[in-house]
């Protein structure tokens, strides 16, 4: 309703009808997504932004509060992951607070229908996830005390898909990025828009999605090999050495990191026997890993580029197996009910 339409309607209502007027249209109003009524306790409801929804577990204590932002694979719930006790041991107990996005339901091929995140190099379009993650972080910035300075993107298979395409692109939203089991698809760039503090794992037989690449992950789409990838980052990183030096094994996982890369950015490698479920202990190492000091650094003259225009979001179907990690039951000692799935997104 026009204002005009709405003083014309006024003048020929009873002053008696008019509050009840007043009471119906502000209670039709639609209700801001920041002030939306989320719990981040019991997940009895999610978070709402404008593209989407997310879940988020907060730490006991009055923060800041470094952040940790998952992006699960195919197939993946919000409220599976944060209900799931891993997640509160290894992340939240240990002072991150962690938000989990809900990624959309798309139809892959053969008519399967589950959760994904939207890619640059598939075809079709859909949501623009950089927007989408940016106005989750800043919506749980305004509810909740987290430093800013201190975010880090973990994901895993076709979260990861995604991480290594913001990480290249669009790095800002992050302070450092850490990933499993998924890499770059599509034709690598020559170079990334900056440096980045970037972790990659994997296992050596993954058979989802081989380290050493696959001429079609689904959909058409090549992913190269895993060195390749690495290569290209160590060149936007600016490091000394070509090859990655042997940094010994932590938690099961054998490590290799790049030195003398710019200044405030690192690169390391962490590789395990199984397959394309993480490693158990996979969170601990990816925190230990965050909060140590990049290897040691040198000088580098920034390198100013443009991001260009990004293309739309595009879907794939990314072939799906088991994780190592279980997850879908509720912790124990949680309030758990999770809310009927919304037509546009899967939780």
């Known amino acids: 309703m026009r204002p005009d339409d709405f003083a014309d309607l006024a003048g020929r209502l009873s002053t008696r009808c008019l509050p009840v007027l007043l009471v119906s249209l502000v209670l039709s109003l639609p209700v801001p997504a920041s002030a939306a009524k989320c719990d981040y306790t019991g997940f009895d409801q999610p978070c709402l932004v404008q593209e989407g929804e997310y879940r988020v577990l907060i730490p006991e204590g009055e923060g800041p509060f470094p952040v940790m932002v998952y992006l699960y694979g195919s197939g993946g719930q919000s409220v599976s992951i944060t209900s799931h006790p891993l997640f509160d041991a290894a992340v939240v107990q240990r002072g991150y607070a962690l938000i989990v996005p809900a990624a959309l339901d798309m139809e892959y091929r053969k008519g399967v229908s589950a959760s994904g995140w939207a890619l640059r190099n598939e075809p079709g379009g859909s949501r623009d996830e950089v927007l989408f ?71 050596r037989n993954d058979p989802v999605v081989p380290f050493a690449g696959k001429p079609v992950v689904s959909g058409g789409v090549a992913m190269a090999a895993l060195e390749r990838s690495l290569d290209l980052l160590a060149r936007t990183n600016r ?54 000091p990049p290897a040691a650094a040198v000088e580098v003259t920034p390198v100013t580029r443009s991001a260009g225009v990004r293309p739309a979001g595009r879907f794939k179907a990314v072939p799906s197996a088991g994780p190592t990690l279980t997850i879908g039951k509720p912790g124990a000692g949680r309030r758990l009910q999770a809310p009927a799935p919304s037509k546009n997104s899967s939780q």
């Open 133 to 203: 993650l940016s106005r989750v972080i800043d919506d749980v910035g305004r509810r909740f005390s987290i430093d800013r300075d201190r975010v880090l993107l973990v994901g895993q298979s076709r979260g990861a898909f995604l991480i290594w395409e913001i990480a290249c692109h669009e790095p800002e939203i992050a302070t450092a990025f850490a990933v499993h089991a998924g890499g770059y698809l599509g034709n690598l760039p020559e170079e990334c828009e900056r440096p980045v503090r970037f972790l990659h794992s994997h296992g």
């Open 239 to 292: 490091c000394r050495d070509v090859e990655p030096e042997d940094a010994g094994e932590r938690l099961g996982l054998q490590r290799k990191r790049w030195t003398g890369c710019a200044s405030g950015s690192s690169l390391d490698l962490m590789l395990h026997d199984g397959g394309h479920g993480m490693p158990l202990d996979w969170f601990r190492a990816v925190l230990d890993w965050f909060e140590e």
